[in-house]
């Protein structure tokens, strides 16, 4: 079993910046793909950014690249997510998720952190 653990969500402005972390605990070591994901209200849940846990594969969706980057730190167990040029529309419940096979299957969820942004 793995817990995912997520801080750092809050209210922000435009133009703002925040950093999510995910804090990992239990079978770490079984991890092979971190993802986070966000879901809006009335909106279908999306990945925003995933990464390997070595660090050598990573994705962002478009309408975030240039603006977010993912990363992870092997040694405390943890992924965090800087977001920086926040707008409006990237208001949502961010979810951290760990995938252990590579598979695009992620099996452990965090309990979400919900990051609003104002214009």
């Known amino acids: 079993q793995v817990q995912l653990v997520e801080s750092g969500g809050g209210l922000v402005q435009a133009g703002g910046s925040l950093r999510l972390s995910c804090a990992a605990s239990?079978?770490?070591?079984?991890?092979?793909?971190m993802g986070w994901f966000r879901q809006a209200p009335g909106k279908e849940r999306e990945l925003v950014a995933d990464?390997?846990?070595?660090?050598?594969?990573?994705y962002y969706v478009d309408s975030v690249k240039g603006r977010f980057t993912i990363s992870g730190d092997n040694a405390k167990n943890t992924v965090y997510l800087q977001m920086n040029s926040l707008k409006p529309e990237d208001t949502a419940v961010y979810y951290c998720?760990?995938?252990?096979?590579?598979?695009?299957?992620?099996?452990?969820w965090g309990q979400g952190t919900q990051v609003t942004v104002s214009s």
């Open positions: 998720a760990a995938d252990p096979t590579g598979s695009g299957r992620y099996a452990y």
């Open positions: 239990g079978r770490t070591f079984s991890m092979h793909v």
């Open positions: 990464i390997t846990w070595s660090g050598s594969t990573i």
